[in-house]
């Protein structure tokens, strides 16, 4: 849009991203020039159906999972612009600190993740301290979903105590 002659003018205009400012302007004689120029954000951003799972009461020794229950429990969607790489990781309970470890043990427990793809029975795999990465390419507008198994310790000093573990998901740009 361009403006010519003009005199003491305030007005309203758009702004890049559809914000607004006020523009006053005192010319005697001007000309201006106001091009529009869209600007499109990248962005990077996943959605999780659910954030809590309560095993409930479990025992020395057992296993807990959301496999047998609802196959595909958690789901995680890329509703950014990019695409992903998913990461998940876990880690020791609280308050009494049980170790995540890669078997169970005395004061250690194990939790595994399982993506789900129809197969029966599901094949889990290991969650450290350290995220591991869960897929590699996550395209915008497509999910993945997986399973959790939780195996409790062998043999314990803390018992009747709720543990809390904190099971984390981040992304990152895929290449």
Do not use: K
Not at 31 to 50: E, G, Y
């Amino acid at each position: 849009m361009s403006i010519t002659s003009l005199r003491n003018w305030s007005g309203v205009r758009e702004i890049e991203s559809g914000l607004s400012a006020i523009l006053p302007v005192w010319f005697a004689v001007a000309a201006l020039s106001f091009a529009h120029r869209p600007v499109f954000a990248q962005v990077l951003s996943i959605t999780l159906n659910t954030n809590y799972w309560s095993m409930g009461t479990q025992y020395v020794g057992s296993v807990a999972d959301t496999w047998y229950n609802a196959p595909g429990y958690f789901c995680v969607s890329n509703n950014g612009t990019l695409p992903a790489r998913i990461f998940l990781g876990a880690t020791n309970s609280t308050p009494s600190g049980w170790t995540l470890t890669n078997m169970a043990g005395a004061n250690c427990f194990q939790f595994r993740y399982c993506l789900f793809f129809s197969q029966a029975p599901p094949i889990y795999l290991p969650l450290s301290l350290d995220e591991r990465e869960i897929a590699h390419r996550l395209e915008t507008n497509q999910a993945i979903r997986f399973d959790l198994e939780f195996r409790g310790p062998l043999a314990t000093d803390n018992t009747n105590i709720e543990q809390t573990i904190d099971v984390s998901i981040s992304a990152m740009e895929a290449e």
